[in-house]
Every structure is written in structure tokens, then in C-alpha cells.
């Protein structure tokens, strides 16, 4: 008889850390893996853009941290709602340890844009719906971390924190749509789900390869935080009390 | 093959800047990132391990 996985199990900060330890050495082997590869073929394999020339090679980091920093706020909102609602201690240290990182895509994606942008548009920056609602998610990233961050309660931290990503997550269909709904400088949506992609193969398969890089970067540097957020919180519990003792021994 | 030499790599034919502007600043916050966490880790293991330390920072 086959016995059903019990999620809610790791929902044991000592279970969750355990798990954590287990699968980052192998998340941090294939982010690197999936970096190379991704890097080779952006560079060596796929072809010179038409119009772009070389600079259309800034996209295989571009949307992926873009795509991240829109995923990661999601996840965010959504284990800080988790963690309010069934009072969950390891949800709101995930939703903490998630902050960060989303953050830094968030920054990725506004840099590596004008760094795009300038030589495209011939501007850095302009006050476009796309752009502007991403540096608002930026915004709201770093005002999480800093709300958080100033509230010494712990429970009311996380929950002070979970109401500011909750009601901040109605920005993330605002930029995605923002292409559609407003005249903008930025194009649109590189693939879709309805339509076939307008880019070459090769383009497609270095963008894809980098994405799921930095997915398993994001999840291998969220657990690591979300590890380390437990051993503090948790100092007083036996595990970490344990965990700590062996770490000396040896 | 892309390119005819290392100088046209790392030209990119007129865009190095904008291209490698990008890709070194997201290698470097990609590369600090772990660093900054795996100590941020560390130390929590070490404070936790230190009634002393545990003291100190609560």
C-alpha cells in the first residue's frame, strides 16, 4: 500500500530545514548547469537579430528576472497570506525570505531594461505604464522589507507585512497587461500561450534555459534564507538546540 | 559561430557596453546573493550553538 506524502508535514520549521538542506546542493548544481548552457547558446548558438543586432542579446536576462520578480511577489503574497490565515510560522518566514531576492530581480529587470533601452529607444528610462509599474513593484518589495523589518513582534510583523503584499499584488496584472492596456514604448509579450512564438528557436531555447536557472537559483537562495530565518526564530526548540550542538562536535 | 574573433565578442559589434553592462551586473548580484545568505545561515547556526552570543543578540 502506498502511503500519501503529508505536504502539511513540512509546514514543521525542523522538517522544512531538513528538506531545505536536502535539495539545495542539487538546485545550486542545476541553476549553474542551466546558466552555462543557457549562456552558451545565447551567445554562440543563436543568431545575430535583424533589426536589434547584438543587442538584442540583453533579453535572455532581461525576462527572466523579469518574469521572477512578477512570480516571486505572487509567491510572496500568497505563503504571507498563508501564513496570517492558519497562523503557519514557516509560510511567514518563507513570504520574509522570499522578499529579498524578488527585490533583486525586480532591480535586475529595471537595469538590465535600460540597458536595453538605450540603445533601442535611444533612453534609459521613460514613464511608460510597463516601466513605471514595475518600479512600483520595486517599491513595494522594498517597503515589505523595511515594514517587516521595523516591527520587533515577530506574529505582528508577519502580519503587518502580509496585509502590505496582499493589497500590493493587484500591481502584478497591472504590469503584465500594462503592454495591452496602455500605448507604450515596450513591446509586447515575447511568447504567449495562444499564439506561436515570434522569435527564432534558438533565441526561445537560451531564454527558456535561463529562466528555469533562475527559477532554481530562487527557490535554492529563498530556501537558504528561509533556513537561516528558522534557526533564529526557533533558537529556544530543541532542534535547533540539537542541530547547533552537532555542528559543534564535530 | 557568431563571431569572428574575441574582439567582436567582446565589442558586441557596437553594443558591449549595454550587453556587458547588463550581464556584469547580474552576475555579480547573482554571485553575492548566495554568499551574503549562506553566511546569513552560518551565523545563525553559530549564534545558535553560542549561549553567550545568543544573549548578546536577543
Given at each position: ?126 514613464w511608460d505604464a510597463r516601466l513605471t509599474s514595475e518600479l512600483i513593484l520595486l517599491f513595494l518589495y522594498l517597503g515589505y522589507i523595511a515594514l517587516v523589518a521595523s516591527i520587533d513582534d515577530v506574529v505582528r510583523g508577519d502580519k503587518a507585512g502580509a496585509l502590505l503584499a496582499i493589497v500590493g499584488a493587484v500591481n502584478v496584472p497591472i504590469i503584465y497587461f500594462s503592454v495591452r492596456w496602455w500605448n507604450t ?66 | ?58
Amino acid at each position: 500500500m502506498k502511503r500519501p506524502i503529508r505536504w502539511f508535514t513540512f509546514a514543521a520549521p525542523s522538517r522544512f530545514y531538513w528538506l531545505a538542506g536536502l535539495l539545495n546542493p542539487w538546485l545550486w548544481l542545476i541553476a549553474a548547469g542551466l546558466a552555462l548552457a543557457g549562456l552558451y547558446v545565447g551567445f554562440f548558438v543563436a543568431p545575430t537579430d535583424a533589426t536589434q543586432g547584438e543587442s538584442y542579446r540583453i533579453i535572455f536576462i532581461h525576462v527572466p528576472a523579469a518574469w521572477m520578480s512578477m512570480v516571486l511577489y505572487l509567491a510572496m503574497a500568497f505563503w504571507a497570506a498563508i501564513g496570517w490565515m492558519f497562523n503557519a510560522r514557516m509560510a511567514s518566514m518563507l513570504a520574509r525570505a522570499i522578499a529579498p531576492t524578488g527585490a533583486m530581480f525586480t532591480f535586475l529587470a529595471l537595469w538590465t531594461g535600460a540597458f536595453w533601452g538605450k540603445p533601442t529607444w535611444g533612453t534609459w528610462w521613460v514613464w511608460d505604464a510597463r516601466l513605471t509599474s514595475e518600479l512600483i513593484l520595486l517599491f513595494l518589495y522594498l517597503g515589505y522589507i523595511a515594514l517587516v523589518a521595523s516591527i520587533d513582534d515577530v506574529v505582528r510583523g508577519d502580519k503587518a507585512g502580509a496585509l502590505l503584499a496582499i493589497v500590493g499584488a493587484v500591481n502584478v496584472p497591472i504590469i503584465y497587461f500594462s503592454v495591452r492596456w496602455w500605448n507604450t514604448l515596450h513591446q509586447g509579450a515575447t511568447i504567449s500561450m495562444t499564439a506561436a512564438p515570434k522569435m527564432a528557436h534558438t533565441m526561445l531555447i537560451a531564454m527558456m534555459l535561463m529562466t528555469f536557472a533562475f527559477w532554481a537559483y530562487a527557490f535554492a537562495t529563498v530556501f537558504t534564507r528561509a533556513q537561516a530565518l528558522a534557526l533564529e526564530r526557533e533558537r529556544d526548540t530543541d532542534w535547533v538546540r540539537d542541530l547547533a550542538l552537532a555542528r559543534k562536535e564535530r | 559561430m557568431n563571431w569572428s574573433s574575441w574582439s567582436d565578442f567582446f565589442s558586441m559589434r557596437g553594443y558591449g557596453l549595454y550587453v556587458w553592462g547588463s550581464y556584469v551586473v547580474t552576475a555579480a548580484l547573482m554571485l553575492a546573493e548566495p554568499w551574503l545568505v549562506g553566511r546569513h545561515r552560518r551565523q545563525a547556526l553559530r549564534s545558535a550553538a553560542d549561549p553567550a552570543l545568543q544573549e548578546a543578540s536577543s
